[in-house]
């Protein structure tokens, strides 16, 4: 199978893409086994021929996953890989036989129509003109009421995705499961830019001082993703309750158990610190590293090398485009002292250098 990178027209707003191994083509559809940024396995994506835009078997981002697959970095955390084979048993000649596996099957999906919006559900009737779907909402519970989605309408259907596979794990223990408390919160930060409004950082603050908190961030996954320095003054509400704490209490229990929560094993850092430092005590001693920081005037991270400091502030070369940005020290919201995106972005550039 070939390795590849699919366009669509509902991702042209977001300049996202698929990637994954191509299973095969047909008239109607295109069906991947879709690998994830990390190159891990993720589901059985299959898309709308009638909204393809391109199937790409040369880019940046797939030199990138070669690179991962070859160094033996591409692994298949979740278990998703032997239900992916059982599904690619079945015929998936039309869009409406992917929902009808996952009917049968009984698993989630994730359905994204030809404008961009994407709804997560489980399935109680598929035919060859329409879907219907259970929604998951946004605090994880499923919707009483179903919603009925015309398959002219769908760019793609991915099944058992891992974000599905641990919805339903969690649906079927939530009642049962002792409750486990990690210590998670959510902050709320004082991000300018409308987009982020209702965002947050959610994690566990390990140490905190009068300026910063230091944050293991954690993912949608339920797996450690950072270690984050964050200002304190720009922490406009935070809470310790909410579905998504709860939902990712029972997430980190679950890795935890599995030796899943720190694959990066960036708790060695955490526990390696001897205090909390400054935003400009990182920077400072960036040197040639990339830095990933968060200046809340900005629409999102900034990720990059220093290339200019004094005492007010610093600049950052963007990794990619070569863009330089000035950031006050004051501005910086976030600061990662390592992540998961700063170890990507190693890795992506040094793919590019093959």
Not at 152 to 165: R, V, Y
């Amino acid at each position: 199978m070939k390795l590849v990178e699919v366009h669509t027209k509902a991702d042209q707003q977001t300049d996202g893409y698929y990637l994954g191994y191509l299973v095969y083509q047909n008239d109607a559809v295109t069906v991947l086994i879709a690998l994830d940024d990390d190159a891990n396995a993720s589901g059985v994506m299959v898309l709308n021929n009638d909204d393809l835009l391109g199937v790409v078997e040369e880019s940046p981002s797939i030199a990138y996953v070669q690179r991962l697959i070859d160094e033996g970095q591409s692994r298949d955390p979740f278990d998703l890989m032997p239900r992916n084979q059982q599904l690619l048993k079945r015929p998936f000649s039309q869009l409406y036989q992917a929902a009808e596996a996952a009917l049968l099957e009984d698993m989630p999906l994730t359905i994204t129509l030809n404008n961009g919006e994407v709804y997560g559900g489980i399935v109680i009737q598929s035919t060859l003109s329409e879907i219907r779907i259970r929604q998951i909402n946004d605090d994880y519970s499923l919707d009483r009421l179903y919603l009925a989605v015309p398959t002219k309408q769908i760019s793609s259907l991915e099944i058992n995705a891992a974000s599905g596979k641990l919805w339903q794990e969690w649906y079927a223990a939530r009642k049962s499961e002792p409750a486990f408390d990690y210590g998670l919160c959510e902050l709320y930060l004082d991000w300018v830019d409308d987009d982020r409004f209702g965002g947050c950082l959610l994690g566990h603050v390990i140490a905190q001082n009068d300026h910063y908190l230091l944050l293991e961030s954690v993912s949608k996954y339920g797996q450690l993703e950072s270690i984050c320095l964050v200002n304190r003054a720009d922490i406009v509400h935070e809470t310790d309750a909410s579905p998504a704490i709860a939902y990712t209490n029972y997430l980190i229990k679950r890795n935890q158990e599995q030796g899943l929560f720190d694959p990066n094993n960036f708790s060695k850092l955490a526990k390696s610190l001897h205090h909390i430092p400054t935003t400009r005590e990182v920077i400072l001693t960036a040197g040639k590293h990339l830095v990933n920081i968060d200046d809340y005037e900005y629409d999102g991270e900034n990720l990059g090398y220093v290339t200019h400091t004094d005492e007010y502030g610093f600049t950052i070369k963007d990794a990619l485009t070569g863009e330089e940005t000035d950031h006050p020290y004051h501005n910086v919201c976030t600061i990662d002292l390592a992540s998961v995106e700063l170890e990507k972005m190693h890795e992506y550039l040094a793919a590019q250098k093959r």
